[in-house]
């Protein structure tokens, strides 16, 4: 029979989509960073306090807050790109465009740079460039699709926004060989 709708169907489904898909490599030691920093915020808080001998379970407790905040602060975004999208996931809500329908990239610059994705449906996603940049897997896909949504005509402006960013990611993958092999 030539119909298999069992176990191994799905699986193979999975494993195909799995492979398919680039994540942010340094998104895990982000989030690591993030409750080091905010654990470090506690202990000197708690320490202060503590030294100062006005120290009461419910100023300990007080001091937990401005912890939890810096966490909140400094949690890093969850980037995935697979074929045909993008997706961004923060502690409180899940972003996605359709890259290979993409109407608009912009790169906005200020205090921390944001690159701005646009799609035909209304989607709109905000991440960091550096995370493309420190990703070059992410930046494939993400590029790939760009070049179709150009081909197909919905790209109406972002070219040269993207043309910058593929710059910037070459310049520091060419940095990164050189380190590597001793080239500096």
Known sequence: ????NG????AGALAQASVTVACDRRWAGDVYSSIRYSAVLLALL????WGSGSFT?????LWFVPAVLLFLVLFPQRVR???GWLESRSLLRERRVRTDLLVSVR???GVSQRLVLRDAFGGRVEIDPQVLVNNPDLWYR???DTQKSAALGSLLCGATALRRLAQRIDRENALTVFKVSGLE
């Open 81 to 83: 790109v697979g074929e």
């Open 107 to 109: 790169c906005l610059d």
């Open 1 to 4: 029979m030539g119909h298999r």
């Open 142 to 144: 993400l590029e790939e």
């Open 7 to 10: 176990p191994e169907t799905a």
């Open 57 to 61: 379970p419910w100023r300990g407790a």
């Open 46 to 49: 708690l320490l202060i306090d």
